[in-house]
């Protein structure tokens, strides 16, 4: 299973749900202008047209930028020589033939792995022998081949488990000449994370993600992964103004794995009237993604970029 937040214990490195004040971006006309550089809809490719590539590999990439998705999605994590590469799990052993983390091998070690054959055996209607010995990423190079091109849109993921990881993103997003608050949104579900970027580089628009689930197995009641809101049908305007203080937006997701609806229009407009974008995760058919641009939301997430592209084509 891809996701099983519930199951991760967070170490979160500070207080989650603390008041943003002080980390406040710096001036309201900074962060309303970083507000209107993403405000159009966006088809945010998740982890790449992952639905048709390997996640995170050339292939899904190049057929991202193929349909025409407004952002790369990538989940950015820490090798043991400290170089950065996008990849999604804490382990290794979904998508290539080795266990373990990613911080426990050099760059070199991992992108000696094959990274792409795993999906041939996964999706045999959309394998391709060319997505066999795909490789891991990294940051840099992806940066190198696309540069200003493209938006980046890039998760500080699992940091309890990549010490170090915020200094060296923003690091390389500057030493790209990337780190402008039009190219890149920084995403992530540890609210400490985003407070680390914005110390580190105030321009880069922040946004909070939020994973809404049963509190128990069953239960009617919704709590937030880390803490850092209420159940949604709780929020109140102070709320969503918290996250407001320093992120331009949440990225939440729509469904709990049993198909429960864990958001509404309500909580859509709410996050809205305070200022913030809201984009939803991961949302793959075309019905839904309908019905969530109907509610108005400011982007989605989706595996399948060019089914969203062809219902909000390109400007
Ligand atoms: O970053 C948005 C969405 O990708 C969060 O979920 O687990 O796919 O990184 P995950
Ligand atoms: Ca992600």
Partial sequence: ????????????????????????LAEASDRQAMVQAHQAFAVIAHRGASGHAPEQTWPA?????AVEADYLELDVQVTADGELVAFHDDDLARTTSVEGAVGDFTLAELQALDAGGWFNDAFPERADAAYAGARILSLDEIFARYGDSVRYYLETKSPHLNPG???ALVERLEAHGLAEPERVLIQSFDQQSLLRVHELNADLP??????YYPEEEGAEA???WTGVTPAPEAMSDADFQAIADYAIGVGTNLTYYDGREVIDADFVAQAQAN????HVYTINDSETMARLMAWGVDGLFTDFPDRLRALAPAE
Avoid: N
Avoid at 206 to 211: D, E, G, N
């Fill in 1 to 24: 299973m891809q996701h099983s937040k519930p199951m991760i214990s967070l170490l979160l490195t500070g207080c989650v749900g603390l008041g943003a004040s002080g980390m406040a």
């Fill in 61 to 65: 990439l190049e057929q991202a930028l």
């Fill in 165 to 167: 990881l915020e200094a």
């Fill in 206 to 211: 922040l946004v909070q993600l939020l994973w």
């Fill in 222 to 224: 919704l709590v937030e």
């Fill in 275 to 278: 200022d913030l974008l809201v």
